[in-house]
């Protein structure tokens, strides 16, 4: 907390600093929560990730896949698969409209960090998320933010898009890299979770090196549980990688393969990658056709059950 970013390098942070220290200051003066139990709260992802997984052994969690394309055969669509254990599920209590509002800046991510990275010189825990949205207007704006404040978030890959259709996905699984990748033959930006499209990137090479490591650490087989898994996503990303190069997609397509279930499509019905592992789902599939101001939403249930048909919402 007291590694302050330098105002020559950072000058939007200097106000920001100050809210995260208020925020802190408030939330410790309500809760009377210590200065320990303040550390824990805060860092304790960040302490896992820099220093703490080399003696503790997580849980592998799957992650989501995102596609947005300014142009369909019904316009504008971004759509994105939600998966987890059975055990994230949640109802969707009070929640009985959905909007295909367009904004400003658009940002859809899914989770791509890795259990052991390398401490940044920048570890402030600046809100990355909120600052992009306050400063920045359009994807331009927002990639060269991004990529300036690059040492201090990670752990996901994003999608950008906005009002003028201008979009970019962006590789972050390590806080000492960023990749960003312009839009493809037919316009539009997809990413997915826990992977690397290149593997012979420089953020590709550092990902494969430290799951090795990692391995290494607590002496996992390579074909174990651990392994079986980021193949999984691999593969997965390999899937949407191969329909986005496509010079044209109707969203007939992209639904079909984001609904159909594994392994010929994305969505996970429960399957256990390896015999050691936990069960996949995809809980929550959701699409818009800005357009058409139409959202259409699938969620599976808690016993795991997807439905046939989704919800349709018309604004």
């Known amino acids: 907390m007291r590694k302050i970013p330098p105002h020559t390098t950072y000058p ?7 809210y995260v220290l208020a925020v802190d200051r408030e939330l410790q003066a309500l809760s009377g929560i210590s200065t320990r139990q303040m550390a824990v709260y805060r860092s304790l992802n960040h302490y896992l990730t820099f220093r703490g997984y080399a003696n503790a052994k997580p849980a592998m969690v799957e992650k989501c896949r995102i596609i947005y394309l300014p142009e369909t055969d019904q316009g504008a669509f971004h759509i994105k698969n939600v998966d987890d254990p059975i055990t994230y599920w949640k109802p969707r209590a009070g929640r009985t409209k959905y909007k295909a509002e367009m904004q400003d800046l658009m940002w859809d991510g899914v989770g791509s960090g890795l259990h052991i990275d390398d401490e940044p010189e920048e570890i402030f825990p600046l809100p990355i998320v909120t600052m992009c949205h306050a400063c920045c207007s359009d994807v331009p704006e927002a990639v060269q933010f991004l990529t300036r404040y690059s040492p201090f978030w990670g752990g996901q890959n994003i999608v950008l898009y906005d009002r003028q259709q201008r979009n970019v996905a962006i590789e972050k699984c390590s806080h000492n890299f960023i990749e960003v990748f312009q839009p493809g033959a037919n316009g539009g930006s997809h990413c997915s979770g ?55 997609l109707t969203v007939g397509e992209i639904l079909e393969i984001f609904t159909t279930p594994w392994p010929n499509g994305l969505n996970k019905p429960g399957i ?33 059950n997807y439905p046939a048909v989704p919800d349709v919402y018309h604004d």
């Open 12 to 18: 939007e942070a200097q106000p920001w600093v100050g």
């Open 194 to 248: 826990m992977a690397c499209r290149d593997p012979r990137s420089p953020q590709g090479q550092y990902q494969a090196k430290k799951r090795l490591e990692y391995l290494a650490r607590f002496h996992q087989p390579t074909d174990g549980p651990d392994m079986a898994f980021w193949q999984a996503c691999d593969r997965a990303e390999g899937m949407l990688g191969d329909l986005m190069k496509k010079p044209k």
């Open 272 to 304: 256990k990658l390896h015999p050691a592992g936990v069960r996949e789902y995809t809980l929550v599939t959701h699409a818009e056709l800005y357009d058409r101001r139409t959202v259409y939403f699938w969620q599976r249930d808690a016993f795991g």
